[in-house]
T-cell receptor, first 114, second 114 residues
Framework: AQTVTQSQPEMSVQEAETVTLSCTYDTSENNYYLFWYKQPPSRQMILVIR??????QNATENRFSVNFQKAAKSFSLKISDSQLGDTAMYFCAFYNTNAGKSTFGDGTTLTVKP | NAGVMQNPRHLVRRRGQEARLRCSPVKGHSHVYWYRQLPEEGLKFMVYLQKENIIDESGMPKERFSAEFPKEGPSILRIQQVVRGDSAAYFC????????????FGNGTRLTVT
């Protein structure tokens, strides 16, 4: 079974600054994907970024980037130039392609302060 | 293209009543997943269905909960004789096949048991 751990229940950052959210996972699988989802107060689940396990290059989407350390089973999310609209709960998720299902961490509540 | 549609958005039930949550996947998607989110927690996998078949129900409580995804119509998550502990947000997600990522999420149904 896979587990996903987000060790930071809450974080805050000043607008325009950079923040890093941590995520570690445990699996014996080789073929998997990792995701970060954002859940604003509207409760909608919004995909932020995706990383294929077989790719060594870290994924980047505009102000969002990841630090994927496969050997350490670490998948942190860096948000640069934080904006007020980034305030949300962020979930790290592991997708097992063999089982066809995702396992989510318990989330990190991020508050961006003006 | 319409995304994953869940209804109702909010559902209030008294203890002992039945709750029926509906999920219409993205058109053409034959794989549906149900997740439950308790307050201040992450999403917990409940069940994975593919048209007319339950593929993985390892996250479903053994009693009172059932799910179906008929050949025609939406997927239904049914909770019989609801209790207060069933109060949560229930999310549905879909994909065209188990190798496809990421999942497309609906906006969830918030169930409140009074």
């Amino acid at each position: 079974a896979q587990t996903v751990t987000q060790s930071q229940p809450e974080m805050s950052v000043q607008e325009a600054e950079t923040v890093t959210l941590s995520c570690t996972y445990d699996t014996s699988e080789n073929n998997y994907y990792l995701f970060w989802y954002k859940q604003p107060p509207s409760r909608q689940m919004i995909l932020v970024i995706r990383q294929e396990a077989y790719k060594q290059q870290n994924a980047t989407e505009n102000r969002f980037s990841v630090n994927f350390q496969k050997a350490a089973k670490s998948f942190s999310l860096k948000i640069s130039d934080s904006q007020l609209g980034d305030t949300a709960m962020y979930f790290c998720a592991f997708y097992n392609t063999n089982a066809g299902k995702s396992t989510f961490g318990d989330g990190t509540t991020l508050t961006v302060k003006p | 293209n319409a995304g994953v549609m869940q209804n109702p958005r909010h559902l209030v039930r008294r203890r002992g009543q039945e709750a029926r949550l509906r999920c219409s996947p993205v058109k053409g998607h034959s794989h549906v997943y149900w997740y439950r989110q308790l307050p201040e927690e992450g999403l917990k996998f409940m069940v994975y269905l593919q048209k007319e078949n339950i593929i993985d129900e390892s996250g479903m409580p053994k009693e009172r909960f059932s799910a179906e995804f008929p050949k025609e119509g939406p997927s239904i998550l049914r909770i019989q004789q609801v209790v207060r502990g069933d109060s949560a947000a229930y999310f549905c997600a879909s994909s065209p096949d188990r190798q496809f990522t990421p999942l497309h999420f609906g906006n969830g149904t918030r169930l409140t048991v009074t």
